[in-house]
């Protein structure tokens, strides 16, 4: 497991849950015509985290390819997938969060340091 990555996820993203394996590839990998997702770890609860580092501006297509993700890796797995985008201080985040229809259970948290250490938390709901 990288520890810098499970850092980040204690502190952008607020999550304390144990993180107990990397994900392996067997399960986390979807369908190619689907993006293949970052790097996915498993929590002790049995769900899935996707940790994606964003260093380009953050548009509606990087939003698409980590819906498709999720949704697919749910269905493959029947866990609840987490998606979380860490995005640099340079990225501009150029769409609006919106509940997304879905069966799949997962939800995308976006998080980015701006003014300082002040991290910023935006989330997508999921509507059921």
Known sequence: MNEEEIKLIRKAFRDERKIIERTPDEIRSVDK??????????????????????????????????????????????KRVNVYVYCAPSVKINIQLYEIPSDADFKIRLAQIKRGSKIERLKSKLKK
Do not use: M, P
């Not at 293949?36 to 548009?59: C, K």
């Open 33 to 78: 015509k689907f993006y293949q997702g970052g790097s996915v770890y498993t929590t002790e609860d049995g769900e899935l985290i996707d940790l994606e580092i964003q260093e380009r501006d953050y548009d509606i297509e990087d939003h698409v390819n980590y819906i498709e993700f999720a949704e697919a890796l749910y269905e493959k797995t029947k």
